[in-house]
């Protein structure tokens, strides 16, 4: 069974940075769909960036790309989520996610597709 644990997130001025983690446990393929998505009470879940790491493609939502970078290191079962220039507008609960049938990874797939996701950790940016 595929468990996520986030932490990093925390209460930052516009401007600032912060940098999210995810310790993946119970998902050994080599070939892995992974990703984070963001929702805030009383709206639509929203995809942040997602990673295939079979050869390291990523996608990233049109409202974070520039400013957002996805990483992973295998050898720590961590994902990562780098966010710069943060704006108010990127406060919200993220979760990271995972689908070991990489189904959001594949043509046509959605943000929706993902099997498992952690309980979050909050981001709030002040403006």
């Known amino acids: 069974q595929v468990q996520l644990v986030e932490s990093g997130g925390g209460s930052v001025e516009a401007g600032g940075s912060l940098r999210l983690s995810c310790v993946i446990s119970g998902y050994t393929a080599s070939r892995k769909c992974i990703g984070w998505f963001r929702q805030v009470p009383g709206k639509e879940r929203e995809g942040v960036a997602r990673?295939?790491?079979?050869?390291?493609?990523?996608h990233y939502a049109d409202s974070v790309k520039g400013r957002f970078t996805i990483s992973q290191d295998s050898a720590k079962n961590t994902l990562y989520l780098q966010m710069n220039s943060l704006k108010p507008e990127d406060t919200a609960m993220y979760h990271c996610a995972a689908d070991p049938k990489l189904r959001p990874c594949l043509y046509g797939g959605s943000w929706y597709d993902f099997a498992a996701w952690g309980q979050g950790t909050q981001v709030s940016v002040s403006s």
């Open positions: 990673i295939f790491t079979g050869g390291d493609r990523t």
